[in-house]
């Protein structure tokens, strides 16, 4: 119950808390880079999600090999990549850098270098198929290599902008931890 008697306390308006409305400029920049990396972590998880059912679809021979062909050797890599979606999302609730540090390099070993060797593997397919237009691996009718380079175009620069983002945001989280130990 509030007294109606006595002095009123001063700029109660809210003019007062003016400094208290500013956010540490790591928690600015944390927000919306957690959001990119998110954004990102699903169109990740979309990919894997398709790499995973043509190896699935081919191997458990649940439809023809004319309609889904037999996987190329990097996809069996890229579906490690799994490992550095699961620790870059376990990173972001709670500001873990050790999880950062493991998805970053992880992602490197797991999702960038499969897609390296599978762009120098599929190349001569790719050639004989733009030299003499002959193709003898398909996709549910569409040359298997044309299709797998448009997911491996997509899959490089969905990781290139995620080690691009997480790179800021462990940036963005090292120098918060920084600057509390120095007080």
């Not at 699961?86 to 609730?93: A, R, V």
């Not at 790719?126 to 237009?133: D, N, P, V, W």
């Not at 569409?142 to 620069?157: D, E, G, K």
Request: net charge positive; with cysteine.
């Amino acid at each position: 119950m509030t007294y109606r008697v006595g002095p009123r306390a001063t700029a109660v308006n809210g003019s007062d808390v003016k400094h208290r409305e500013k956010v540490a400029p790591h928690y600015q920049m944390s927000a919306p880079l957690k959001s990119e990396v998110r954004k990102l972590n699903l169109v990740h998880l979309f990919i894997w999600l398709l790499v995973a059912a043509q190896v699935m679809v081919s191997h458990f021979d649940l439809v023809s090999r004319d309609t889904v062909c037999m996987p190329y050797q990097w996809e069996y890599p890229y579906l490690l990549s799994l490992l550095p979606l699961l620790c870059s999302s376990f990173s972001l609730p709670k500001n873990n850098i050790s999880y950062l540090v493991i998805s970053m390099i992880s992602s490197g070993l797991f999702s960038v270098a499969p897609l390296i060797y599978g762009g120098m593997e599929m190349f001569p397919v790719a050639q004989q198929l733009y030299r003499h237009g002959k193709a003898y691996r398909f996709i549910f009718g569409f040359s298997a290599v044309t299709v797998m380079y448009l997911i491996m175009v997509v899959a490089v620069q969905v990781h290139a902008w995620q080690l691009y983002y997480m790179k800021k945001l462990l940036d963005s989280w090292f120098n918060a931890t920084q600057e509390k130990k120095k007080k």
